[in-house]
């Protein structure tokens, strides 16, 4: 039932060291204002056979120290939830999907991977020092899709997960069952 709240102030120390602000790269500092990430794979066609209905339970991506929450972090939208894990720590798929995008061509994300499972929800996974899927495999719940990293504009290694439902970010803590950290 109740989340784990060890440690307190190591969780605070971690957001201040490991605090990444994708967000912040590629908008004008006077407009912290969400990106949309939708153009990015919005051309994709729908291969998904599996019924459009979202899924309301993820899977934890990787075990790692959740070291920054979803919402407001000085000023500035986060639009996912950071935990930290040293570089090389495979990342897995949070539910069934298909990879939408995977690449390097969104300024502070880094090697990123978008994977879209119906019904509108798509789950993202930035930061990776390596890719392991390519856009258009369809990717089993739990399967290992990258290696974490702190590419992008990340202090130090860590993953940055978002979910998104119709591009509007979600709190992932929502869809994840309690941290088992
Ligand atoms: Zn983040």
Request: glycine share 12%.
């Amino acid at each position: 039932m109740g989340r784990r709240r060890s440690r307190p102030s190591l969780v605070i120390l971690a957001i201040a060291l490991f605090g990444c602000s994708p967000q912040e790269v590629g908008v004008a500092p006077t407009s912290p204002s969400r990106r949309s990430l939708a153009p990015l794979y919005r051309q994709r066609p729908r291969t998904l056979e599996s019924s459009e209905t979202a899924p309301t339970q993820l899977e934890w991506p990787l075990r790692g120290v959740l070291s920054s929450r979803f919402g407001p972090r000085e000023g500035h939208p986060h639009d996912g939830i950071d935990l930290s894990v040293s570089d090389g720590t495979e990342v897995h798929a949070a539910a069934t999907g298909e990879v939408v995008y995977s690449g390097s061509g969104l300024r502070g994300y880094g090697n990123l991977i978008i994977l879209r499972h119906g019904g509108g929800l798509v789950t993202i996974y930035a930061h990776n020092s390596e890719l392991r899927v390519a856009v258009g495999a369809r990717i089993e719940r739990g399967q290992v899709i990258a290696l974490s990293g702190h590419s992008g504009r990340a202090t130090a290694p860590h993953l940055h997960f978002e979910v998104r439902l119709d591009d509007q970010p979600r709190d992932p803590e929502l869809y994840l069952p309690p941290s088992p950290h």
